[in-house]
C-alpha cells in the first residue's frame, strides 16, 4: 500500500513568487493535515480536512496560504506570494481516523526555500 | 498556548548505553504521542499512551505517561545505532480538534 506522497521533494523559489505543494493521502484516508517546521523550531499545525472539508485551519499563518482538497482526495498547499519566513518544511498527513482513534501516517515532507 | 519542551535536545551516547529523553509540558494532554524521524523523511508514530501513569514498553523502547498527563518519558536501554534519529514528542489533540502539539525534538546519534 502507498504511503502518503508529496511534491515536490525540494522547491526553491525567489521572494513574491508562488509556489504550489501536493500531497496524496493514502487511499480511503478521510483526515488530511498539513504541518510545518521552520528554522530551529517545533513543528506546527496548520490546518485540518475531513474529506473535501476544512475541520480546522487555526494555524494557517495569513492569507497567503491557500489549501485546498477538491473531491476529497489530494490536497494542494499554495503559498502565495511567498515570504523569506514561509522556508521550512512542509509535512501532510493522513489518517482514517481522528488521530485519537487511529495512526496518522506522515508524508516525506516538502523542503521549501524562499530567497 | 500549550508548549512541550523536550530534553536533552542532542544526545551522543556509545552502543549499548541507556538513555532517557523527556518531554514536559505545564499543560495537561488527552494523549502522548512519540515518534522518530529519520533524515528526509517524515515522522513514523511509535506509540500513544492515553492514561495518566501508563507505560508502554516496544522492544528496548519504555515509553511513561506521567500521572498528571502533563509530562512524558522514553527509555531506551542498550542503544544501538539503528536507534539513530530525530525523536519527537507530541500531544494532543486539543479539545474538539485533531491539533497535534509537537515537542521541541531531541536528536540521538547512537556511535557503533
Known amino acids: 500500500e502507498a504511503g502518503v506522497t508529496q511534491f515536490p521533494s525540494h522547491s526553491v523559489i525567489e521572494k513574491g513568487q508562488t509556489v504550489t505543494l501536493r500531497c496524496d493521502p493514502i487511499?480511503?484516508?478521510?483526515?488530511l493535515y498539513w504541518y510545518r517546521r521552520v528554522m530551529g523550531k517545533e513543528i506546527k499545525f496548520l490546518l485540518h480536512f475531513v474529506k473535501e472539508s476544512k475541520q480546522d485551519e487555526s494555524g494557517m499563518p495569513n492569507n497567503r496560504f491557500l489549501a485546498e482538497r477538491t473531491g476529497g482526495t489530494y490536497s494542494t498547499l499554495k503559498v502565495q506570494p511567498a515570504e523569506l519566513e514561509d522556508s521550512g518544511v512542509y509535512f501532510c498527513?493522513?489518517?482514517?481516523?481522528?488521530?485519537?482513534?487511529?495512526?496518522?501516517?506522515f508524508g516525506q515532507g516538502t523542503r521549501l526555500t524562499v530567497v | 498556548t500549550q508548549l512541550l519542551e523536550q530534553s536533552p535536545q542532542f544526545l551522543s551516547i556509545q552502543e549499548g548505553e541507556n538513555l532517557t529523553v523527556y518531554c514536559n509540558s505545564s499543560?495537561?494532554?488527552?494523549?502522548l504521542q512519540w515518534y522518530r524521524q529519520e533524515p528526509g523523511e517524515g515522522p513514523v508514530l511509535l506509540v500513544t499512551?492515553?492514561?495518566?501513569?501508563e507505560v508502554k514498553k516496544l522492544k528496548r523502547l519504555t515509553f511513561q505517561f506521567g500521572d498528571a498527563r502533563k509530562d512524558s518519558s522514553l527509555h531506551i536501554t542498550a542503544a544501538q545505532p539503528g536507534d539513530t534519529g530525530l525523536y519527537l514528542c507530541a500531544g494532543g489533540p486539543e479539545a474538539d480538534t485533531d491539533k497535534l502539539i509537537f515537542g521541541t525534538g531531541t536528536r540521538l546519534q547512537v556511535f557503533p
Open positions: 499512551v492515553v492514561t495518566g501513569g
Open positions: 487511499s480511503g484516508h478521510d483526515n
Open positions: 499543560s495537561v494532554f488527552s494523549s
Open positions: 498527513a493522513s489518517s482514517q481516523d481522528r488521530v485519537w482513534w487511529t495512526e496518522a501516517f
